[in-house]
């Protein structure tokens, strides 16, 4: 009975850790593309080269964040 909980509290923790990954890959998407393409930051008093920098760096751990994802997604899979 006991180690029935826990494989359900197991499953539960993996579906949290799951949906919180893939939150975080798309706030660091859309912060990127907010950076990027969108005015949203014009009275921020940085120069543009660094807001381009930070809209590149959020892309790319972005995009790192959603393969990680996918690569263990498809390992529990096999």
Known sequence: ???????????????GLFIFDCFMSVIY??????FLFT????NWPVPDGV????????GLYGIFRVTM???RM????R
Request: a positive charge.
């Open 51 to 58: 807001k381009i920098g930070l809209g590149i760096l959020f």
């Open 1 to 15: 009975m006991s180690s029935e909980n826990s494989d359900k509290n197991e499953g539960g923790q993996k579906l």
């Open 29 to 34: 998407l859309v912060l990127s593309i907010t």
């Open 39 to 42: 005015s949203l930051w014009k």
């Open 69 to 71: 994802v996918t690569k």
């Open 74 to 77: 498809i390992q529990r899979n």
